[in-house]
């Protein structure tokens, strides 16, 4: 298990749900290459209404353009392993957004094999 305390730095990708790499969508794609990378933890967040360089407004709250709602992938690791992932991302991602901020790891826990599901909520995170 990665162990990962203090500073840190957040990658978040800014895409739409729709998007896709090889027929699978974009952001499972950035989630599995990020794990296969051994960084510390990838999460995907999905918007419910949002704009970006098009200036079109995608929002769930119109049966019309609830289609392709904005997806945020974030990842959270050491500079030096997030900066090493960067190129991959050159790759994959051809429209949106890649921004990067300093953070600070306050805690990271995983989930003890042994617990199992039971005794565990609220207690873990990313």
Request: net charge negative; charged share 25%; glycine share 10%.
């Amino acid at each position: 298990m990665t162990r990962l305390t203090g500073s840190a730095l957040r990658l978040t990708v800014l895409i739409g749900e729709n998007d896709t790499w090889h027929r699978k969508p974009l952001y499972t794609e950035i989630v599995h290459r990020a794990h296969a990378a051994g960084l510390a933890g990838a999460s995907v967040f999905r918007g419910i209404e949002g704009f970006g360089a098009s200036s079109r407004i995608h929002t769930s709250r119109l049966l019309s353009l609830s289609e392709d709602l904005p997806v945020a992938v974030v990842v959270v690791d050491t500079e030096d392993r997030v900066r090493a992932f960067l190129p991959q991302l050159d790759e994959l991602v051809t429209e949106g957004m890649v921004t990067l901020d300093p953070c600070e790891v306050i805690r990271y826990v995983g989930r003890d094999e042994n617990q199992g599901d039971s005794g565990t909520k609220g207690k873990n995170w990313l």
